[in-house]
T-cell receptor, first 113, second 113 residues
Framework: LAKTTQPISMDSYEGQEVNITCSHN???????ITWYQQFPSQGPRFIIQ???TKVTNEVASLFIPADRKSSTLSLPRVSLSDTAVYYC??????????????FGGGTRVLVKP | NAGVTQTPKFQVLKTGQSMTLQCAQD?????MYWYRQDPGMGLRLIYY???????DKGEVPNGYNVSRLNKREFSLRLESAAPSQTSVYFC????????????FGSGTRLTVV
């Protein structure tokens, strides 16, 4: 999996938009960008995945520029319950189970009242 | 559906004791994984099982053994616990081949004194 770099932590306030940028300069042509969310005392859970341009679901949006060397996860109007660690992962569709998912340190987002 | 169930949720061991962490999934997934997460760190893969009857080492297998008992269950054993194995352990299973398909359990918090 390609190496990723993301901020260690970010603070925000309820109702604000939170944007987390992940750098992945050595992303390969066939690599996808996947984000997981981990609440305290829980395992990570998938939130969004994309290849290029913009992807949106009920939880977040993912913006990917044309060169794909970075991506931005956008959380609209955060609430206290969005306090979590967010992990950016970059890699090919994993065709074999042995291609394990490798998590870096993630970005710790703290939403304040 | 319960998803991925891990037992126990908490455990304290003395150095040198042994124990088995249990994991079961009810989603008919072929692949199962064991990760550990140390404070403020990302997840590191200990062992994985691509399918029933097969297991393989991940990044940090030393001091652990695993058993894929059947398609549903994947256990992790510590033969002689050490303080360095104090961590939160997560079991995961995966649907299909994509990075989005991982489902994690809620974790086992293990302390070795």
């Amino acid at each position: 999996l390609a190496k990723t770099t993301q901020p260690i932590s970010m603070d925000s306030y309820e109702g604000q938009e939170v944007n987390i940028t992940c750098s992945h300069n050595n992303i390969a042509t066939n690599d996808y960008i996947t984000w997981y969310q981990q609440f305290p005392s829980q395992g990570p859970r998938f939130i969004i995945q994309g290849y290029k341009t913009k992807v949106t679901n009920e939880v977040a949006s993912l913006f990917i520029p044309a060169d794909r060397k970075s991506s931005t996860l956008s959380l609209p109007r955060v609430s206290l319950s969005d306090t979590a660690v967010y992990y950016c992962l970059v890699g090919l569709l994993i065709k074999a189970a042995g291609n394990k998912l490798t998590f870096g340190g993630g970005t710790r987002v703290l939403v304040k009242p | 559906n319960a998803g991925v169930t891990q037992t126990p949720k908490f455990q304290v061991l003395k150095t040198g004791q042994s124990m088995t962490l249990q994991c079961a999934q009810d989603m008919n997934h072929n692949s199962m994984y064991w990760y550990r997460q140390d404070p403020g760190m990302g997840l590191r893969l200990i062992y994985y099982s691509a399918s029933e009857g097969t297991t393989d080492k991940g990044e940090v297998p030393n001091g652990y053994n695993v058993s894929r008992l059947n398609k549903r269950e994947f256990s992790l054993r510590l033969e002689s616990a050490a303080p360095s194995q104090t961590s939160v352990y997560f079991c995961a299973s995966r649907e299909g081949q994509g990075a989005w398909g991982y489902t994690f359990g809620s974790g086992t918090r293990l302390t070795v004194v």
